[in-house]
């Protein structure tokens, strides 16, 4: 098994490369995955100013607040460290210092558009007044994009965590319990189980109507006779996500929540069938969606596929209609198709996958039959 250390060196030469061959001079990044990606630490995003720079040749340069200098000493790369104490007015002498340290005089520094805020980015703007700052959300969602097999390694783990949370807390769901009740254990199963305390998202648990609601956020309705309960929900591992859906029959449901269940496992199935190395994004997404509107619910299917998956809940590649990005060993993505009718019910399956050499390997194998429970 190659190392932290390792990974985290051939990442940030990785990204040297990349920035060498489009001319950049530096990417600057803020606390999000992208950083984490890089560094292999964890930083949140505050009032407290955090920013990474990376260049094609030197060390980092990691400019943090004292109170987590101390994540610092734990980085397995060579870095020049900056820090600062709570009075404002000394940041800006810091942040000079530590950027001018770099010596960009001219040039573009590539930031991530969708996380850098614009406190971060006037700091740039009057740290480094000779420099052009563009967008380059691309380059670093260009490494992630293909996980490595310490990377897969996580999110098996956290698939794992997941599946089980979601076999303990089925078995303690019961007519009469209320969706906040249903998420609440299912959000404590997770913890038990081994998930970091950092969950992809609130658990979705959607029972009758709501199960219509694809982001449904678990009310006080409470599990009725003939409902269908959609429960969607993820794990963590070392900042690796999970992201599984099932979707239940309360005791005896109407042939129509039947029927459409049925189509949707058979639309996930066809979708997981498609998943090889050369394959398109749209065509994984066209599988699903043919197996839908074939049987007449075309209108009811109303979002993309899948989504990519890794330190980020929703990332490239996205399993979309018209989306001709290939697929290439060690992506990983969900597998979602649904059918929802509204004001009576909805369907999902999920589950996480990823690109092998010779096909797919689902990370996730709960049944994807109905399952009455109540």
């Given at each position: 098994?190659?190392?932290?250390?390792?990974?985290?060196?051939?990442?940030?030469?990785?990204?040297?490369?990349?920035?060498?061959?489009?001319g950049?001079?530096?990417?600057?990044?803020?606390?999000?995955?992208?950083?984490?990606?890089?560094?292999?630490?964890?930083?949140?995003?505050?009032?407290?100013?955090?920013?990474?720079?990376?260049?094609?040749?030197?060390?980092?340069?990691?400019i943090?607040?004292?109170?987590?200098?101390?994540?610092?000493d734990?980085?397995?790369?060579?870095?020049?460290?900056?820090n600062?104490?709570?009075?404002?007015?000394?940041?800006?002498?810091?942040?000079?210092?530590?950027?001018?340290?770099?010596?960009?005089?001219?040039?573009?520094i590539?930031?991530?558009?969708?996380?850098?805020?614009?406190?971060?980015?006037?700091?740039?703007?009057?740290?480094?007044?000779?420099?052009?700052?563009?967008?380059?959300?691309?380059?670093?969602?260009?490494?992630?994009?293909?996980?490595?097999?310490?990377?897969?390694?996580?999110?098996?783990?956290?698939?794992k965590?997941?599946?089980?949370?979601?076999?303990?807390?089925?078995?303690?769901?019961?007519?009469?319990?209320?969706?906040?009740?249903?998420a609440a254990?299912?959000?404590?199963?997770?913890f038990?189980?081994?998930?970091?305390?950092?969950l992809?998202?609130?658990?979705?648990?959607?029972?009758?109507?709501?199960?219509?609601?694809?982001?449904?956020?678990?009310?006080?309705?409470?599990?009725?006779?003939?409902?269908?309960?959609?429960?969607?929900?993820?794990?963590?591992?070392d900042?690796?996500?999970?992201?599984?859906?099932?979707t239940?029959?309360?005791?005896?449901?109407?042939?129509?929540?039947?029927k459409?269940?049925?189509?949707?496992?058979?639309?996930?199935?066809?979708?997981?069938?498609?998943?090889?190395?050369?394959?398109?994004?749209?065509?994984?997404?066209?599988?699903?969606?043919?197996?839908?509107?074939?049987?007449?619910?075309?209108?009811?299917?109303?979002?993309?596929?899948?989504?990519?998956?890794?330190?980020e809940?929703?990332?490239e590649?996205?399993?979309?209609?018209?989306?001709?990005?290939v697929?290439?060993?060690?992506?990983?993505?969900?597998?979602?198709?649904?059918?929802?009718?509204?004001?009576?019910?909805?369907?999902?399956?999920?589950?996480?996958?990823?690109?092998?050499?010779?096909?797919?390997?689902?990370?996730?194998?709960?049944?994807r039959?109905?399952?009455?429970?109540?």
């Amino acid at each position: 098994m190659i190392s932290k250390q390792q990974n985290i060196g051939r990442r940030q030469k990785e990204l040297a490369a990349v920035m060498e061959k489009d001319g950049l001079a530096a990417i600057a990044l803020v606390p999000g995955p992208s950083l984490r990606y890089l560094t292999g630490l964890g930083f949140m995003l505050t009032e407290r100013p955090i920013i990474g720079v990376f260049t094609p040749s030197g060390p980092a340069t990691m400019i943090v607040p004292d109170l987590e200098r101390m994540k610092l000493d734990e980085a397995e790369f060579g870095l020049n460290a900056f820090n600062y104490g709570e009075n404002p007015e000394t940041w800006p002498g810091i942040f000079a210092e530590a950027l001018g340290n770099i010596a960009l005089t001219s040039g573009e520094i590539g930031v991530e558009e969708l996380s850098i805020r614009l406190l971060e980015l006037r700091i740039l703007e009057d740290a480094l007044p000779g420099i052009t700052i563009k967008e380059a959300d691309e380059i670093p969602a260009t490494l992630r994009r293909r996980k490595d097999e310490t990377e897969l390694a996580l999110m098996r783990e956290a698939a794992k965590i997941a599946q089980g949370a979601l076999e303990s807390t089925t078995a303690t769901l019961k007519i009469g319990m209320s969706e906040k009740e249903a998420a609440a254990e299912l959000t404590s199963q997770l913890f038990r189980q081994g998930s970091g305390v950092e969950l992809p998202f609130e658990p979705i648990v959607s029972t009758g109507l709501n199960s219509a609601n694809p982001h449904a956020l678990p009310s006080d309705r409470k599990l009725a006779e003939g409902d269908l309960l959609v429960i969607d929900f993820g794990a963590t591992v070392d900042g690796y996500f999970s992201d599984i859906t099932r979707t239940f029959a309360v005791g005896e449901v109407e042939e129509e929540f039947a029927k459409i269940h049925m189509i949707v496992q058979e639309a996930n199935a066809a979708a997981r069938a498609a998943v090889r190395p050369g394959t398109t994004c749209g065509e994984v997404d066209k599988a699903a969606r043919d197996v839908i509107e074939h049987a007449g619910y075309g209108d009811y299917f109303i979002h993309r596929t899948g989504h990519g998956l890794g330190l980020e809940i929703h990332e490239e590649p996205y399993m979309r209609a018209g989306n001709d990005m290939v697929l290439e060993p060690g992506m990983t993505f969900t597998i979602e198709p649904g059918i929802y009718l509204p004001g009576r019910g909805g369907v999902r399956i999920e589950d996480d996958v990823a690109v092998i050499e010779d096909g797919i390997e689902s990370f996730s194998d709960l049944p994807r039959e109905m399952i009455s429970i109540g």
